[in-house]
């Protein structure tokens, strides 16, 4: 063997030393059955490598007799991966994994349901995040939703023209969008007063964030309500915002920073008028108050709504 060639086979033995281990994604596709799963066979199961510049699957395969998949990927240490599984038309996914060469092996289990067009879907909480005035005298607003539907069917509706989930936003809000949910973009539809919802609602808790704006200068705001809801707190660092309904007040104090805080519930039938006063706070103070804000307000929520 001449020198070079020698070499060659160092740097190839140096290379292969230096690559990433595989990691073995292994997991079951299962199917919700009364207090109880059931494996599932036959599922298409795919692996989405998800990063900023190139997201996308990376492999798939079906599920076997007893439910099981198995996929082998060299790991992106930038890269999220999720796992899914389609069954019955409807696409599934687990909870994210990061892929690390030092944990060889990775288990994840997918959860589908049959559905139901009649399944029940409850809403269980709603929190509004309200922002100070603008210079314009505009205030934004972040509606948090949180749906639940507690059965083992996945809701869908009876057919493309009809939403699976609808509610009537404030009169007059304007600037409607969707905000970060647990559905996409897409799937909301905004018609008027009226969000409807065109999207496969799984068993669970999902949220909804709608982001609108009051008109300036209002100093009467009314939220319609429905129907009940058990679990609401409105939030704002304005502290002359007064909040009438089933509310008490009980500021709170997040991230070193004081809010005012009204908790208490939605009565059906009863609209939450925010009232305001003056207030020299500035209203870019929103985005930031969000991301901790529904955090907290999410916890809270599990946490009163197992309770």
Do not use: C
Not at 76 to 104: H, K, M, N
Not at 157 to 163: A, L
Not at 288 to 302: E, H, N, P
């Amino acid at each position: 063997m001449g020198r070079w060639d020698l070499i060659g086979l160092l740097a190839a033995a140096l290379l292969i030393l230096t690559l990433p281990s595989p990691v073995l994604v292994t997991g079951r596709v299962v199917r919700i059955a009364g207090h109880d799963t059931i494996a599932v066979a036959g599922a298409r199961v795919v692996l989405h490598r998800v990063t900023v510049q190139r997201p996308g699957p990376v492999d798939s395969v079906s599920s076997d007799s007893r439910g099981r998949f198995r996929f082998h990927v060299m790991p992106d240490t930038g890269a999220i991966y999720l796992v899914s599984a389609r069954w019955s038309g409807i696409e599934y996914f687990a909870t994210p994994l990061a892929l690390q060469p030092d944990s060889p092996e990775s288990a994840v289990t997918v959860v589908v349901a049959d559905t139901s067009s009649t399944a029940p879907v409850r809403l269980v909480a709603r929190h509004l995040i309200v922002s100070p005035p603008s210079g314009d005298g505009v205030r934004d607003v972040v509606d948090l939703m949180v749906l639940d539907n507690p059965g083992p069917l996945t809701r869908v509706s009876r057919d493309s023209t009809r939403p699976t989930w609808a509610i009537r936003l404030p009169r007059f809000a304007v600037n409607i969008r969707g905000g970060k949910s647990g559905f996409s973009l897409e799937s909301l539809s905004f018609n008027g007063e009226v969000v409807a919802l065109y999207a496969a609602i799984p068993p669970g808790s999902h949220d909804v964030e709608i982001d609108y704006q009051i008109p300036p200068n209002s100093r009467r705001f009314e939220v319609p309500v429905d129907a009940g809801v058990p679990v609401s707190n409105i939030i704002s660092e304005d502290k002359s915002m007064v909040v009438h309904g089933a509310f008490t007040r009980a500021d709170t104090v997040i991230d070193r920073k004081s809010y005012a805080r009204w908790q208490g519930r939605l009565v059906g039938g009863e609209p939450v008028v925010l009232q305001f006063g003056s207030s020299s706070a500035p209203g870019w103070l929103l985005p930031a108050m969000v991301g901790v804000m529904a955090i907290v307000l999410i916890a809270v929520t599990v946490r009163q709504s197992r309770g």
